[in-house]
């Protein structure tokens, strides 16, 4: 049924648990998994370079730590997964990046915001199910 | 008796709350700490001490090495007609109309117009290289060209700050026979120092940079000049070194944003009265507004020249438009030598903070020229370096 399924991956625990769910999706179908993660974190406004190109080495560890847990987890589920760092604003580089890649599902994790929040800006989750080109699988 | 310890550990303390707040929220330490400096001096009577002045003026000098050295001169040197043309007009325009719109329209002296126009002259590289990282054209040519070109728009500036209010004596001829020397010898002399010595836990590369800044910025200051010209000028010649010394650079950035820094943007805040603010709020709005027209006037027909796209012109001259280190380090200039009123400086101040989120805001929003490259070709580039 899925031939090529993208997960986003922030390293919390809805993104883990999305991974796990796309997993066995890809296992069960034998689809293509590739996952996402996208560096949003950097500081605007910064005084130097060096704040900027330090944040982003900081990020840079960060997902290469969790996308080395994550493709681990895959391999011992027999699955190879693709892993790609992005950066950008979270919602838009996955939703171009699906686009562009022609992804037939997207699962991502569910993350609360608070009531407010949710209700002015709409919660990543929520912005993501809008907007994606494909079907979106939401995991709680 | 003066309660040292006591004073320090209000300002670590407002320095912690603003590294706090910086990374909850997002936006840089530096315009954090700026507007936690505003709270402190307004309502915790922050108090200024002839050691806070110190560390807070090193720090100014530490932000200018490191703006310098973070140059690459590869790109200056393969665009250099469309990077020197940009950079200058993006300084000569706004440094013009600013200073023409304080001296003529709001009634400002002469030097209090040229802090003015030296102080909305600037262009922030790291707020635009934030927004180029985020979109990923830092790794193509247009976002080179860019950065490079907003360089030579601080230089500029950082050369009207240090020879527009110098003494045209013998401390300006022993000035600048110092800084040319230093600059010829320091790309020959610095790697046989640091090969010799080594990177060692007591710092001996570190200490002899700041030897060398150090004793520029004592001659500078002789000459009535701004230390922070040759620390910019020593960085800009020493960029290769340490864009291949990476360890150097992050010690000197820890060095630096641990105890220095935050004395320079908490000061820089804390002299921002909140009344004066209050009391000029058209007049910081106009300041802005001229800073960003007068930036259109010198970048955007250039943008033209060169075969930009519409969307692109506008988003490179939006971004050109941005400034917050090297603006607040000239108004703070200003008001430490007298050529501006206190006033004036919160007014100045508070244009270029605005300045820094506003066009930035605008560029991101209604002119991202969405050309941004395939992540295949960002790992390429990446790959080739």
Same mark, same amino acid.
Not at chain 1, 16 to 30: D, E, I, N, P, R
Not at chain 2, 180 to 189: D, E
Not at chain 2, 263 to 270: E, S, V
Not at chain 2, 351 to 369: G, H, K, M, N, Y
């Given at each position: 049924?899925?031939?090529?399924?993208?997960?986003?991956?922030?390293?919390?625990?809805?993104?883990?648990?999305?991974?796990? $769910?796309?997993?066995?999706?890809?296992?069960?179908?034998?689809?293509?998994?590739?996952?996402?993660?996208?560096?949003?974190?950097?500081?605007?406004?910064?005084?130097?370079?060096?704040?900027? %190109?330090?944040?982003?080495?900081?990020?840079?560890?960060?997902?290469?730590?969790?996308?080395?847990?994550?493709?681990?987890?895959?391999?011992?589920?027999?699955? /190879?997964?693709?892993?790609?760092?992005?950066?950008?604003?979270?919602?838009? /580089?996955?939703?171009?990046?699906?686009?562009?890649?022609?992804?037939?599902?997207?699962?991502?994790?569910?993350?609360?915001?608070?009531?407010?929040?949710?209700?002015?800006?709409?919660?990543?989750?929520?912005? %993501?199910?809008?907007?994606?080109?494909?079907?979106?699988?939401?995991?709680? | #008796?003066?309660?040292?310890?006591?004073?320090?550990?209000?300002?670590?303390?407002?320095?912690?709350?603003?590294?706090?707040?910086?990374?909850?929220?997002?936006?840089?330490?530096?315009?954090?700490?700026?507007?936690?400096?505003?709270?402190?001096?307004?309502?915790?009577?922050?108090?200024?001490?002839?050691?806070?002045?110190?560390?807070?003026?090193? @720090?100014?000098? #530490? %932000?200018?090495?490191?703006? @310098?050295?973070?140059?690459?001169?590869?790109?200056?040197?393969?665009?250099?007609?469309?990077?020197?043309?940009?950079?200058?007009?993006?300084?000569?325009?706004? +440094? %013009?109309?600013?200073?023409?719109?304080?001296?003529?329209?709001?009634?400002?002296?002469?030097?209090?117009?040229?802090?003015?126009?030296?102080?909305?002259?600037?262009?922030?590289?790291?707020?635009?290289?934030?927004? #180029?990282?985020?979109? @990923?054209?830092?790794?193509?040519?247009?976002?080179?060209?860019?950065?490079?070109?907003?360089?030579?728009?601080?230089?500029?500036?950082?050369?009207?700050?240090?020879?527009? +209010?110098?003494?045209?004596?013998?401390?300006?001829?022993?000035?600048?026979?110092?800084?040319?020397?230093?600059?010829?010898?320091?790309?020959? $002399?610095?790697?046989?120092?640091?090969?010799?010595?080594?990177?060692?836990?007591?710092?001996?590369?570190?200490?002899?940079?700041?030897?060398?800044?150090?004793?520029?910025?004592?001659?500078?200051?002789?000459?009535?000049?701004?230390?922070?010209?040759?620390?910019?000028?020593?960085?800009?010649?020493?960029?290769?070194?340490?864009?291949?010394?990476?360890?150097?650079?992050?010690?000197?950035?820890?060095?630096? +944003? /641990?105890?220095?820094?935050?004395?320079? +943007?908490?000061?820089?805040?804390?002299?921002?009265?909140?009344?004066?603010?209050?009391?000029?709020? @058209?007049?910081?709005?106009?300041?802005?507004?001229?800073?960003?027209?007068?930036?259109?006037?010198?970048?955007?027909?250039?943008?033209?020249?060169?075969?930009?796209?519409?969307?692109?012109?506008?988003?490179?001259?939006?971004? #050109?438009?941005?400034?917050?280190?090297?603006?607040?380090?000239?108004?703070?200039?200003?008001?430490?030598?007298?050529?501006? /009123?206190?006033?004036?400086?919160? $007014?100045?101040?508070?244009? $270029?903070?605005?300045?820094?989120?506003?066009?930035?805001?605008?560029?991101?929003?209604?002119?991202?020229?969405?050309?941004?490259?395939?992540?295949?070709?960002?790992?390429?580039?990446?790959?080739?370096?």
């Amino acid at each position: 049924m899925w031939r090529k399924i993208l997960v986003g991956h922030d390293g919390s625990e809805g993104a883990k648990k999305a991974l796990s $769910v796309a997993v066995s999706l890809a296992s069960q179908f034998g689809a293509e998994l590739h996952s996402i993660s996208v560096e949003e974190k950097l500081p605007h406004y910064a005084a130097t370079v060096g704040e900027v %190109l330090e944040s982003k080495q900081e990020a840079a560890d960060y997902f290469r730590k969790i996308t080395a847990e994550a493709q681990q987890s895959a391999r011992a589920s027999g699955v /190879t997964m693709h892993s790609h760092v992005m950066p950008g604003h979270e919602v838009e /580089t996955i939703v171009t990046f699906a686009k562009d890649h022609g992804f037939d599902l997207l699962v991502i994790g569910f993350m609360g915001h608070s009531k407010i929040f949710g209700r002015i800006w709409g919660s990543t989750s929520q912005n %993501l199910t809008k907007l994606s080109p494909c079907t979106v699988l939401v995991v709680k | #008796m003066e309660l040292t310890w006591e004073i320090a550990a209000v300002w670590i303390g407002l320095a912690l709350a603003a590294t706090l707040i910086s990374i909850r929220i997002g936006v840089s330490v530096a315009l954090v700490e700026i507007v936690v400096g505003t709270v402190g001096g307004n309502l915790l009577d922050l108090r200024l001490t002839p050691w806070i002045n110190f560390l807070a003026g090193f @720090g100014s000098i #530490m %932000l200018t090495f490191l703006a @310098g050295a973070e140059i690459d001169l590869q790109v200056m040197k393969a665009k250099w007609r469309e990077t020197l043309s940009i950079g200058f007009a993006s300084f000569l325009m706004p +440094f %013009l109309g600013a200073g023409a719109f304080a001296y003529w329209v709001a009634g400002w002296s002469v030097e209090a117009s040229q802090i003015a126009g030296i102080a909305l002259s600037t262009t922030s590289v790291a707020v635009v290289y934030a927004v #180029m990282v985020e979109r @990923g054209y830092n790794e193509t040519e247009f976002g080179q060209m860019i950065l490079a070109a907003c360089f030579i728009t601080d230089l500029g500036t950082v050369l009207a700050l240090g020879f527009l +209010f110098a003494d045209y004596d013998w401390h300006m001829v022993a000035f600048g026979v110092g800084t040319g020397l230093a600059l010829w010898l320091l790309p020959r $002399v610095t790697p046989w120092f640091f090969s010799k010595v080594g990177s060692r836990i007591s710092e001996p590369e570190t200490k002899f940079l700041l030897l060398v800044l150090f004793t520029l910025g004592g001659l500078a200051q002789a000459a009535k000049s701004e230390a922070v010209l040759p620390a910019y000028l020593v960085g800009m010649v020493l960029a290769p070194l340490f864009l291949a010394n990476k360890t150097l650079a992050q010690r000197m950035r820890a060095i630096a +944003f /641990t105890i220095l820094t935050p004395f320079y +943007f908490l000061k820089a805040g804390a002299l921002v009265g909140w009344g004066a603010i209050l009391n000029s709020v @058209g007049l910081i709005g106009i300041f802005l507004g001229v800073k960003v027209v007068a930036k259109f006037v010198g970048v955007w027909p250039l943008t033209h020249a060169f075969r930009f796209g519409q969307r692109e012109g506008m988003y490179l001259t939006l971004l #050109m438009s941005t400034g917050l280190t090297f603006g607040t380090i000239s108004a703070l200039y200003g008001l430490s030598n007298r050529y501006i /009123t206190e006033e004036q400086y919160a $007014v100045l101040v508070t244009a $270029v903070i605005l300045s820094a989120v506003v066009p930035t805001l605008i560029a991101e929003r209604w002119f991202d020229p969405g050309s941004r490259p395939g992540e295949e070709i960002l790992t390429r580039r990446r790959s080739d370096r």
